[in-house]
T-cell receptor, first 112, second 113 residues
Framework: SQQGEEDPQALSIQEGENATMNCSYK?????LQWYRQNSGRGLVHLIL?????REKHSGRLRVTLDTSKKSSSLLITASRAADTASYFC????????????FGSGTRLSIRP | DADVTQTPRNRITKTGKRIMLECSQT?????MYWYRQDPGLGLQLIYY???????NKGEISDGYSVSRQAQAKFSLSLESAIPNQTALYFC????????????FGPGTRLTVL
């Protein structure tokens, strides 16, 4: 079963707007990661946030983590057409540090 | 050259056939993984390996087997393919801890008729 649940499942916004995706999970984690997948291709790692961190930035990406609510959000600012992709959160549970568990993803479409 | 490669990239086969998907990596990582992705869904872990002598089942290992021929090579086999194994298959590697970021291959699109 999948630990992470992304919300929304699909998001369509205008180019230049900000996109926010949310991830909720069930068990205590070591860290949470966000990945991007262009259609039919392999996943690419975007950012990792550890359980003792609350916010992290990387370029136009901002990730927050609230361990009390077991949730994370990914914000993409000033979206571009090239940001069109699926975005997945993945959690590394404390109970099993040997692997990460992926959510079902958010499909983001950027309208020109 | 890509760090994680998969062959074949596309494969169409018939029910009952044995299929092998191959994965090679040049990242020098010990940990390798095989995932399956169904349309519109996330990734499900099939098998993972921490080194050549260590193989572990994932969430959905039934109907699959693996072989870790070397640190750099990890193969996935479908002993007798069935139509509901039609999916995208991804190989990935990671550093010393499975909690590290994973590096993915380009995927193999498998269709079982």
């Amino acid at each position: 079963s999948q630990q992470g649940e992304e919300d929304p499942q699909a998001l369509s916004i205008q180019e230049g707007e900000n996109a926010t995706m949310n991830c909720s999970y069930k068990t205590s984690i070591n860290n949470l990661q966000w990945y991007r997948q262009n259609s039919g291709r392999g996943l690419v790692h975007l950012i990792l946030i550890r359980s003792n961190e609350r916010e992290k930035h990387s370029g136009r990406l901002r990730v927050t983590l609230d361990t009390s609510k077991k949730s994370s959000s990914l914000l993409i600012t000033a979206s571009r057409a090239a940001d069109t992709a699926s975005y997945f959160c993945a959690t590394a549970p404390y109970s099993s540090a040997s692997k990460i568990i992926f959510g079902s993803g958010t499909r983001l479409s950027i309208r020109p | 050259d890509a760090d994680v490669t998969q062959t074949p990239r596309n494969r169409i086969t018939k029910t009952g056939k044995r299929i092998m998907l191959e994965c090679s990596q040049t990242k020098g990582h010990d940990r390798m993984y095989w995932y399956r992705q169904d349309p519109g869904l996330g990734l499900q872990l099939i098998y993972y390996s921490f080194d050549v002598k260590d193989i572990n089942k994932g969430e959905i290992s039934d109907g699959y087997s693996v072989s870790r021929q070397a640190q750099a090579k990890f193969s996935l086999s479908l002993e007798s393919a069935i139509p509901n194994q039609t999916a995208l298959y991804f190989c990935a590697t990671s550093g010393p801890s499975g909690a590290n970021e994973q590096f993915f291959g380009p995927g193999t699109r498998l269709t079982v008729l």
